[in-house]
């Protein structure tokens, strides 16, 4: 069983940042693409940034691309999503996911409990 827990979120101001953290539990973390996504009521999931087993691939969502980082620490199990330069259209709730695929399209088989980030005007 892997199990995903989600920390960081909260009130920023726009133009603050936030670095969300991503506790991964069970075997076989390593091997997984990591991604984070984002909701707002009445909105899709989407896809902010995902990142490969080892990390040398990462992808984007373009309206985040130069602003957010996404990294990932294999030895400890964690996944990180740094937020910079937070707009209020960032207020969102983020989840951490992991998927067993090939590819950050892949269909995502765990999940975490997501955590809320505001971003005030």
């Known amino acids: 069983q892997v199990q995903l827990v989600e920390s960081g979120g909260g009130l920023v101001q726009a133009g603050g940042s936030l670095r969300l953290s991503c506790a991964v539990s069970?075997?076989?973390?390593?091997?997984?693409?990591m991604g984070w996504f984002r909701q707002t009521p009445g909105k899709e999931r989407e896809l902010v940034a995902a990142?490969?087993?080892?990390?040398?691939?990462?992808y984007y969502t373009h309206s985040v691309k130069g602003r957010f980082t996404i990294s990932r620490d294999n030895a400890k199990n964690t996944v990180y999503l740094q937020m910079n330069s937070l707009k209020p259209e960032d207020t969102a709730v983020y989840y951490c996911?992991?998927?067993?695929?090939?590819?950050?399209?892949?269909?995502?088989?765990?999940w975490g409990q997501g955590t809320q980030v505001t971003v005030s005007s």
């Open positions: 069970g075997r076989a973390f390593s091997s997984y693409y």
């Open positions: 990142i490969s087993w080892n990390g040398p691939i990462t």
């Open positions: 996911a992991a998927t067993s695929g090939s590819s950050y399209v892949s269909q995502y088989d765990y």
